[in-house]
C-alpha cells in the first residue's frame, strides 16, 4: 500500500510561481510512473497535468500546461516535484498526486492510477 502526501499549495496571484510536492511511503516508489491532475472549481472530474517515468527520463504534459509547468521526481527521497510559473487563474484547482504501476503514456487516464493522495488546493487571483 502507498501512501502519497502532497503539499505546497496556497494562494498566489497571477504570474506567480508554486512549487507543489508529493511524498510517497509504503512502497516501491521507483516502481510507479507518478502523475499529477486536477479538478477545477466545479468540475466534476479530474485533468490530467503532467506524468512522469520511472525513472524520471521521459515526462509529459497537458497542452494547457506545456511550457510553463516541469514535472520532476527524485527516487531517492521518494518525491515528485510539479514546478508550476506563469500561473493564471484558470489554474486554480486541487491539485492530486497519483501512481501507477501500469499505465503511462502522452496522457494518462484517472481510472488508471492505483493510488491518490488528498489533494493541494491552489489558487491564483487576478
Known amino acids: 500500500q502507498v501512501q502519497l502526501v502532497e503539499s505546497g499549495g496556497g494562494l498566489v496571484q497571477a504570474g506567480d510561481s508554486l512549487r507543489l510536492s508529493c511524498t510517497a511511503s509504503?512502497?516501491?516508489?521507483?516502481?510507479?510512473?507518478m502523475s499529477w491532475f486536477r479538478q477545477g472549481p466545479g468540475k466534476e472530474s479530474r485533468d490530467f497535468v503532467a506524468?512522469?517515468?520511472?525513472?524520471?527520463?521521459?515526462?509529459y504534459y497537458a497542452e494547457s500546461v506545456e511550457g510553463r509547468f516541469t514535472l520532476s521526481r527524485n527516487n531517492v527521497t521518494n518525491t515528485v516535484y510539479l514546478q508550476m510559473n506563469s500561473l493564471s487563474p484558470k489554474d486554480t484547482a486541487v491539485y492530486y498526486c497519483a501512481a501507477s504501476s501500469h499505465h503511462f503514456g502522452p496522457t494518462v487516464h484517472p481510472l488508471g492510477m492505483d493510488y491518490w493522495g488528498e489533494g493541494t488546493l491552489v489558487t491564483v487571483s487576478t
Open positions: 506524468t512522469i517515468s520511472r525513472s524520471g527520463q521521459v515526462v
Open positions: 509504503g512502497g516501491f516508489y521507483s516502481s510507479y510512473t
